[in-house]
């Protein structure tokens, strides 16, 4: 065994032997017991015979894998507060989300029936049909079936790379529909690798706080759940933008950075924002003299062509050209909880109540509208304002408010914006913000999963704990700051000039 398995052996067994590692991997295979049940599977897996056999094909069965699975969840998301960084556990996070993530190798897409699509998608490319042009349902079959409704006759919004790896992990399962679902956590895995590896070393070269890095962006549990368990193509789209930043971060190597945004882009297209941000890292624009702002805004012009120049490059040689210009209403299609969404169906309520809007929609288009509108003014003031000297928070606020004001939310959408934010050096007040609205996005899931099978009471249930978990780790994180404060040593004035 070589000097560097044995290293990684070493990590391994280090982070087993920590208690919350254990206890994130048993909320992991609670995870993985509750995706194999009636309460998760779509009707035509291969695992419903041995669950009819079992007479586990009943409404029991769904409650009972739906407690199973909200259990999980809890268990992991105290492993995570537990790994907080004020006391520092001495481990090495990857290897704390290796183990966390095995379980997950093995389950069906959790939380989310995209990795479904993903297959479908795939399947319609062998079978020389455009996924821009038509939705799954147009091939009738065992692929088309395990597509969630409100999917099967829509367009694919997904960037063409995206696409042909999921033909080809199509391809490579031996044409069959579950396994290839679960096969699309293959590149999600790269994308989730790259995360983990490179982010704290962007934190480190930054000088911003590493260990919060690696606790908030790589052990969060939405990544966990939502990139190694969801199988969600953001998580490549976001490991390829992690690595250009870091291309980025050294010097003469942003060139380089732009056409790995091609390519992420190529994945999934909010990846371009980065292409803005690229240049600015090694060099921000600090002064207002004549021949600085003309570079910096010339560079920032040469990364945005770079990345638009490899994203059509890709396409071309995909051959599937530009069809998902014509799909990219097709994430709003569903009703999530975004705040325009939200705000426009309770004005719509109002509407329809007093029969002021016989299309029963117009208040709706009209938030959404206005939401679109927040998001591309904000973006377009960060970039002016924040962009020339703070890069990386003009990256993962923008991502945040594309997230939170378009039409459609999703938790992975907020991963986009999230991973960056301890770049940012965030404040404890915005770090609170950031925790509640992980909580709130995880209750969110546990209580959409559970009124699918009609156990809404007990994603309702699931609330309590969750909230319970961050009011009480938050008290115990402020003990411990407070005392690494009593029995830190007092610096002199002297000394603190140094």
Known sequence: MGTRMRQVMGDLGAAWRVVPTRTGMLGTFLILLGSLTPAYLPQNSPLWGPLRALHLDNAPGKVIGTLILLSGLGLLVDAWFKFRPTVDLNVKRWAVLAIWSLPLLAAPPTFSSDAYSYGAQGWMLVNDVSPYEAGPGVLPG?????????????????????????????????LQPYLSAVLMRVPALVGVVLIVVLLPRIAAQMGVDAQLTAWFATLNPLLVIDFVGGAHNDALMMGLVVLALWLGLKERMWLAGAVVIGVAAAIKQP????????????????TWKGSHIARTVGKIVVSCLVAIGTFGAVSLACGLGFGWLNAVNVPGLVVTVSPSTVIGQGVQLVLNYFQLDSSGHAAIRLARTIG?????????????????????????WSYLLVAFAGPALHSWYVLWGSLLLPLTKPSERIQRIALWTTMVLLSYAAVNLAWRNGALALGIAALVPLGWQVIH???RRRRELDAVDTDAPEVSAGDRDR
Do not use: C, N
């Not at 919004?157 to 199509?170: A, D, F, K, M, N």
């Not at 990846?271 to 600090?286: E, G, K, M, R, S």
């Not at 998001?375 to 993962?396: C, E, I, N, T, Y």
């Open 142 to 174: 065992a692929f088309a079936d395990q597509v969630a409704w409100v999917w099967r006759f829509t367009p694919a919004p997904y960037g063409p790379l995206s696409l042909r790896l999921q033909e080809l992990i199509v391809v490579a399962s031996g």
């Open 271 to 286: 990846a371009f924002l980065a292409a803005y941000a690229l240049p600015l890292l090694a060099d921000p624009l600090t």
């Open 473 to 475: 780790h938050e008290r």
């Open 372 to 396: 679109l509108v927040i998001a591309v003014a904000g973006v377009l003031a960060l970039a002016v304002v924040q962009a020339r000297k703070k890069p990386m928070s003009f990256l993962s």
